[in-house]
């Protein structure tokens, strides 16, 4: 859930021409739908499981992609994301929506790193 503005991550990036990758598993708590939603402002990839689900390598404003799942209640999924920043704002957030739940940033304790 990052929304840098025009600055970059840290000061010793500059604030235009960076990239990062971020790996973790997320686990689900109940059986049904999940839709995982990345907003970016220039590219970003997913992969859940492994698979490239979402490929908007572009250079762009900010974006939301989608991507929905059947899974099973208690079901971990590996997940990657990365991002590419080229000029101008810099955008990188991994959302989803559960059963019975609006979009939101993904809990913490929904999270694990590998």
Same mark, same amino acid.
């Given at each position: 859930?990052?929304?840098?503005?025009? *600055?970059?991550?840290?000061?010793?990036?500059?604030?235009? /021409?960076?990239? %990062?990758?971020?790996?973790?598993?997320?686990? @689900?708590?109940? %059986? !049904? @739908?999940? @839709?995982?939603?990345?907003?970016?402002?220039?590219?970003?990839? &997913?992969? &859940? /499981?492994?698979?490239?689900?979402?490929? /908007?390598?572009?250079?762009?404003?900010?974006?939301?992609?989608?991507?929905? *799942?059947? *899974?099973?209640?208690?079901?971990?999924?590996?997940?990657?994301?990365?991002?590419?920043?080229? %000029? !101008? !704002?810099?955008?990188?957030?991994? &959302?989803?929506?559960?059963? !019975?739940?609006?979009?939101?940033?993904?809990?913490?304790?929904?999270?694990? @790193?590998?």
């Amino acid at each position: 859930d990052f929304n840098w503005g025009t *600055l970059s991550p840290d000061p010793s990036l500059t604030a235009d /021409n960076f990239s %990062a990758r971020w790996t973790s598993r997320v686990k @689900t708590r109940v %059986a !049904g @739908t999940y @839709t995982f939603a990345v907003q970016s402002d220039d590219g970003v990839r &997913l992969w &859940l /499981n492994g698979q490239l689900v979402i490929n /908007n390598w572009t250079d762009h404003a900010t974006t939301e992609n989608t991507v929905s *799942l059947a *899974l099973g209640a208690g079901a971990w999924v590996d997940v990657r994301m990365e991002y590419y920043e080229r %000029a !101008g !704002g810099a955008v990188a957030r991994l &959302l989803w929506t559960t059963p !019975g739940q609006p979009k939101q940033v993904i809990p913490v304790e929904q999270l694990q @790193t590998p």
